[in-house]
């Protein structure tokens, strides 16, 4: 069984291989800030926090010498030379207008039809959508960090039952046991973790997927 900071890390990890040389991401709050720690070193991407931050570093657990510098959840992070502080209407602006390349957010459920619900549980206290709403149809491509499953309820199904965020934005859901592409035709399923069988992903996912025929399977750091 892998605890849950080895889950957080290899979602991480496997995310951060996915941008361009000269993307601009923007990560939601949560397990998507670690993404920036895992970004290789030969490969340049600027992070924007809709709090008004473009040029976001790696998330900073001791907050260095400015605890005030701080990302859109509220956590300390480092900026890189030439990062630029704005408000936040400017910072939605960019969101808005198209100059996000990918955003990275966490969700509580994705279905085959890649709609998206991440913001609130019925009954439950939650504080608002925040900008997860205008990151989806924003942005041009959106990825899902997410443990596979939650106490071994699927969170990938065949139809949300949690009120959505955005409906058909999901491009890419990547959790601690696989990749998945979110097609018009399918859940394709791209690669897998090696600790886990082809069988077990099946089975803890709630919706049917469609096997790539080049299944991969991933390479895992040591630390894991």
Known sequence: MLSKEQCREIIARRIAREFAQGDVITLGI?????????????????FQSENGLLGIGAHDETAGDNPKIINAGGGAVLTKPGAVFFDSSTAFAMIRGGHIDATVLGALQVDANGNLA?????????????????????????????????????RIVEKCTLPLTAAGEVDLIVTE?????VTPQSLLLKEINPLFSLEEVIASTG???AIDNRLKRWELPEAV
């Not at 949560?30 to 600027?46: F, K, M, Q, S």
């Open 177 to 181: 046991r696989c990749v998945i592409e």
């Open 30 to 46: 949560g397990l998507p800030t670690e993404v920036a720690n895992y970004i290789p070193h030969n490969r340049h991407v600027i």
């Open 207 to 209: 919706a049917r997927l």
């Open 118 to 154: 991440n913001w609130m549980i019925p009954g439950a206290f939650v504080p608002g959508m925040g900008g997860a709403m205008d990151l989806v149809v924003g942005a041009k491509k959106v990825i899902i960090a997410m443990e596979h499953t939650n106490k071994g309820t699927p």
